[in-house]
């Protein structure tokens, strides 16, 4: 790999990468400040409507941090050299979702 194209993955993929992560630490710390006023708010005994947004919302942050384990997992098994198949024909296709499922012929 040339110098050019080293440098040019790094900027493509490295640096947002790292972006990424700092900005998952960020919120990480958000949401522990959070969750102390969630502990507060539990022994208070909150208004149920306010609970029921709560929830809602956690529920779809927990479908975010799904939706985003599948794509670390996509790019960890996409930068892993390819064992055993040839180099431009993947074993798998993945659906829109992250989900993959093998070439079949049916």
Do not use: F, W
Not at 33 to 54: P, Y
């Amino acid at each position: 790999m040339t110098q050019a194209s080293s440098a040019s993955l790094e900027m493509a993929i490295a640096l947002p990468l790292g972006v990424v992560a700092n900005q998952l630490m960020r919120i990480e710390s958000e949401l522990r400040l959070l969750n102390m006023k969630a502990l507060d708010l539990g022994r208070e005994r909150g208004d149920e409507r306010i609970t029921g947004l709560i929830e809602k919302r956690l529920e779809n942050i927990n479908e975010a941090l799904d939706s985003i384990r599948a794509l670390v997992s996509d790019i960890e098994e996409d930068i892993q050299p390819r064992a055993g198949g040839a180099a431009g024909a993947p074993a798998k296709q993945k659906t829109s979702r992250g989900a993959a499922y093998t070439d079949r012929d049916d």
